[in-house]
């Protein structure tokens, strides 16, 4: 499964948009692009997720570049709630077994 | 979280003493996983099943055993408890390949 590069941490204003960025250069072509979340001391929660087309459902937007090297996710309207971090995950279609969590993406939203 | 639950959610208990960790879930989902959560390694996976008896080793498998004799329960033992298995750990189910709920994660000190 591809590795994934995202940064470390990332600010955002509250009401802004949130916009996280994954590279994924050696994305191959079945694998999809997993987008999950932690908050603070509970569990992952599943956000989006994508083959090559954008996606969007009632917490965020994924864009995926056309050659799928990158994609971002987007919190349109980033609120306090939406601090927490965030994974990135390319990972064939397949039910877990080989679902790493990477270090992702510790976004803060600020008042 | 909706339809899955851990117990306990929190435990104390001494090296050489064995644990169990129960996953108890009410959405008739076929795959189930442990993961454990430390400090500088991210979510590793432990053990998954993917029904009734039927289950197989992830990452992280030594030292663990499970069970899963009824759909909704699966249960993660530790027969021997060491210091190195002080960590939090997460059940997850999925019925779509790579779409996890997980639970609210169970805390266990090895003293």
């Known amino acids: 499964d591809a590795k994934t590069t995202q940064p470390p941490s990332m600010d955002c204003a509250e009401g802004r948009a949130a916009n996280l960025p994954c590279n994924h250069s050696?994305?191959?072509?079945?694998?999809?692009v997993y987008w999950y979340r932690q908050i603070h001391s509970q569990g992952p929660q599943y956000i989006i997720h994508g083959l090559k087309n954008n996606e969007t459902n009632e917490m965020a937007s994924l864009i995926i570049t056309e050659d799928r090297k990158s994609s971002t996710l987007i919190l349109p309207h980033a609120t306090l709630r939406d601090t927490a971090v965030y994974y990135c995950i390319v990972i064939r279609d397949n039910y877990g077994q080989n679902f790493v969590f990477g270090p992702g993406t510790r976004l803060s939203v600020l008042p | 979280d909706a339809g899955i639950t851990q117990s306990p959610r929190h435990k104390v208990t001494e090296t050489g003493t064995p644990v169990t960790l129960r996953c108890h879930q009410t959405?008739?989902?076929?795959?189930m996983y442990w993961y454990r959560q430390d400090p500088g390694h991210g979510l590793r996976l432990i053990h998954y099943?993917?029904?009734?008896?039927?289950?197989d080793k992830g990452e992280v498998s030594d030292g663990y055993s499970v069970s899963r004799s009824k759909t909704e329960d699966f249960l993660l033992t530790l027969e021997s408890a060491t210091s190195s298995q002080t960590s939090v750990y997460f059940c997850?189910?999925?019925?779509?390949?790579?779409?996890?709920?997980f639970g609210a994660g169970s805390r266990l000190t090895v003293l």
């Open positions: 997850a189910i999925s019925e779509m390949p790579n779409v996890l709920t």
């Open positions: 959405e008739n989902h076929r795959y």
């Open positions: 050696t994305i191959s072509g079945n694998e999809y």
């Open positions: 099943s993917y029904g009734v008896k039927d289950t």
